[in-house]
């Protein structure tokens, strides 16, 4: 898909407007908008079966959307309609990465091997689509030295580089989470998209975790979109939170402002039946005062 | 295992009531196996009436076989290979860390070259006409299937994807070479890439409608697939001569030298005396160029980023469209490069046999490339070359077990009982080694040492 004119404010990486997403009879997400600024760590969070994950397929490409426009605008200017390219392309040309809630490696390849095919269209180009390489004219043998830096460059920041030479299945389970990260960075991505990339980890994981996130924005200027259940991660390290609730926005803000809404305590903690009165009557006093 | 210990010297008597215990089950299984099938058999008087032959004889030795074995198995076999891998752990000594022998060391190179002297030793021993069989039936004829299953392994052990309908590929190589040949008159070598590059194209053919497939639906329709191949080359009698077959190909030359008795042919020319063996040793040596070059071309698009998305591909699928890997193509181009394979091995079958025929390209062949690639191992050209070499070298090898007519009776035909052994095999070393015999994986990059990765980390595919 060619890019289209340029029609948002530049430092806005990516917009979703009234996406829909339908399974049958069931609304999965119901008018669901936000934006994501260059730049930061967007979180987009939300009770179980809220619909988050269905927002990150929509966003690359896996479901396609019922209803709805997905625009990403990248750094060069140029921008794409994300609902309308397959997949691939997604990642391709779009660049937009993204890893997995059930962690999705290659477990038979090497850790080493894990980056590498995460090189793959740029190294396709290089070796001119296999045939030059094949008979080992061009610029092959120079850019595969490249892409082993770069893997080496993702290993150390991610810390695994002792384990460069051992099959990606038999990494501990943070490890495995930090390689899946560090595949996604291998891609060169304007926009990182996480889901749940705290789930399982324990608490000193974590926070080697929020650093490693931490450092790729301030290196690469890499934006990040997470989907998170671990307050901890989300509260520390993210400018943006969205909160969904079946499949609808009912929070977005800073995290100040998204700790404080009783809207989100509502649906996080849940409110007595006596208080069901009291906690409408807030929010729609509040929703009043907004309009 | 409280006795490994004592049983260094004599097995204490527990073990051989257990032995004995074991064995007494075994006898009664396999006499419940074998009863009716040993035991008894139908057959016609002279009055052409059915009657039952008992055979209480033969059922017995089949008895005592299973029953002895057991009783083998438990008390001697098994804890002698106990305390072989107790002393080893004891001594701190692991399968990997221990430095391999020079034979393992330098296995490749010296198995290339036991292939390139082959033929001159088989014709130092046994003279040029004895050689026949020994090139053909045994040297040949393995290379065929080890150059097929290198093949189909781009396809299953590399790209993960299950293909029942491999012998397709290899029709279509062999009736592109008889085909062209026979009607337009084109030589071996034009047609030799000819017939690689249909092949590719049938193949690309094929991908498309399946890529959408997983697992077992694509493997009943790459299964379809080579059956239409096969009833077309049946029923299109005009061109294809049907069940006939196209008979009378040319054979391949030697840089425009033919093989046959005219005055500018091989013997001839380099004052030999007439033989047939001399084309059967350039076949030899032109399937062991092929299935190098195989070899080659497989080993260096592992280490490329093609060869890497297949792996991948193998791996997880949907990790590969995220990565912003195009899985469509990436399976087209595994499908057109097994199927090249297929397709030369097609066309050299066509130049050796002088006739091919739809009966060459039923789906037994496919099925006996499949259990090659899965014996030898996914992914790995060395262990599907012994895979290769023991299956057909094997079922060759019942041809010539004549001996065994002393055994089974003088009606006993040893080579009906191939698939029996295919069977057995398959049985035995998926018990052993499930893997196939190699069953590990060499990676195709490192940053320090190249450490090859236990089969238990990789995926089979599953599409």
């Excluded at chain 2, 701190?92 to 082959?118: M, Q, V």
Aim: glycine share 10%; proline share 3%; aromatic share 10%.
């Amino acid at each position: 898909m060619s890019p289209v004119t340029n029609t948002m404010s530049s430092d806005t990486l990516l917009k979703v407007e009234h996406l829909s997403m339908k399974f049958g009879g069931l609304m999965a997400i119901n008018d669901f908008s936000f934006e994501a600024k260059r730049g930061d760590i967007t979180a987009l969070i939300g009770p179980n079966g809220a619909g988050k994950t269905t927002v990150f397929n929509c966003i690359t490409g896996f479901y396609k959307p019922t209803m709805g426009m997905i625009t990403l605008n990248q750094k060069s200017g140029k921008q794409y309609l994300l609902e309308r390219l397959p997949d691939f392309r997604i990642t391709k040309e779009a660049r937009v990465a993204r890893t997995f809630q059930n962690i999705r490696l290659f477990s038979g390849l090497t850790v080493l091997e894990n980056l590498l095919v995460a090189q793959h269209n740029k190294l396709m180009k290089a070796s001119g689509y296999t045939i030059l390489g094949l008979i080992g004219v061009g610029p092959y043998k120079r850019e595969a030295a490249g892409a082993i830096e770069l893997a080496r460059f993702w290993l150390e920041k991610a810390d695994l580089i002792d384990r460069a030479d051992d099959p990606a299945g038999d990494l501990p389970y943070g490890a495995q989470r930090r390689l899946e990260i560090a595949r996604a960075m291998c891609t060169d991505p304007e926009l990182l998209c996480l889901d749940e990339p705290a789930a399982g980890l324990n608490p000193r994981e974590s926070a080697t975790l929020n650093a490693l996130l931490q450092n790729i924005r301030a290196e690469t200027g890499t934006s990040i979109l997470l989907i998170e259940h671990d307050m901890s991660v989300v509260m520390e390290i993210s400018d943006h939170v969205v909160v969904l609730e079946y499949g609808q926005k009912i929070s977005d803000g800073t995290p100040d402002h998204v700790r404080n809404d009783p809207k989100v305590i509502a649906a996080y903690l849940g409110v007595e039946d006596e208080e069901v009165e009291e906690v409408i009557a807030t929010v729609e006093q509040l929703e009043g005062g907004a309009n | 295992m409280a006795n490994i210990e004592n049983s260094a010297g004599k097995p204490d008597a527990g073990l051989v009531r257990k032995g004995l215990t074991e064995a007494l089950f075994a006898a009664v299984l396999s006499f419940g196996m074998f009863v009716l099938y040993v035991g008894l058999k139908t057959d016609q008087n002279i009055n052409n009436e059915l009657i039952i032959v008992q055979r209480w004889g033969l059922l017995a030795i089949f008895v005592a076989v299973a029953a002895i074995g057991r009783f083998a198995m438990v008390v001697f076999i098994k804890p002698n290979i106990d305390r072989r891998k107790l002393s080893k752990a004891r001594e701190g000594e692991l399968d990997i860390s221990t430095e391999k022998g020079f034979f393992r060391r330098h296995f490749l190179k010296i198995s290339l070259i036991a292939l390139l002297l082959y033929p001159v030793v088989i014709v130092a021993l046994v003279g040029a006409q004895g050689s026949l069989k020994w090139v053909d039936n045994f040297g040949i004829q393995i290379l065929i299937y080890v150059m097929l299953a290198w093949g189909l392994n781009i396809v299953v052990g590399l790209a993960g994807l299950l293909d029942l309908g491999y012998v397709a590929f290899y029709a279509v190589g062999a009736y592109s070479y008889a085909l062209l040949s026979s009607y337009f008159g084109f030589s071996f070598w034009v047609l030799l890439p000819l017939s690689g590059i249909f092949a590719a194209l049938w193949g690309v053919i094929l991908g498309f409608p399946v890529l959408r497939l997983r697992g077992d639906y694509l493997a009943i329709v790459t299964l379809a697939f080579g059956e239409i191949i096969r009833l077309v080359l049946i029923n299109w009698t005009d061109v294809t001569k049907g069940t006939f077959g196209i008979s009378s190909i040319p054979k391949a030359t030697l840089f425009g030298i033919p093989f046959d008795a005219s005055a500018g042919g091989f013997a001839k020319l380099f004052h030999l005396p007439m033989s047939s063996a001399y084309y059967k040793i350039f076949l030899f040596y032109l399937i062991l160029a092929l299935c190098m070059l195989t070899a080659y071309v497989t080993i260096r698009l592992r280490r490329m980023p093609i060869g890497r998305a297949w792996e991948a591909l193998r791996e997880d699928e949907i990790a590969c469209r995220s990565l912003g890997i195009n899985t469509v193509t990436t399976k087209l181009t595994a499908f057109a490069t097994g199927a090249m394979f297929g397709g030369f091995a097609g066309s050299f079958f066509a130049a050796r046999q002088g006739f091919v025929s739809p009966e060459s390209f039923v789906f037994l062949e496919s099925a006996v490339i499949l259990a090659i690639v899965v014996l030898g191992g996914m992914g790995s050209l060395t262990g599907i070359a012994i895979a290769a070499i023991v299956m057909v070298g094997g079922t060759e090898a019942l041809r010539e077990m004549d001996f065994l007519k002393a055994v089974f009776g003088p009606d006993f035909t040893p080579e009906l009982y191939r698939m029996l052994l295919f069977g057995l095999a398959m049985v035995v070393v998926m018990l052993f080694k499930p893997r196939g015999f190699v069953g590990s994986r060499e990676p195709t990059a490192f940053l320090k040492e190249r450490r090859a990765i236990s089969g238990s980390f990789i995926k089979e595919g599953h599409g």
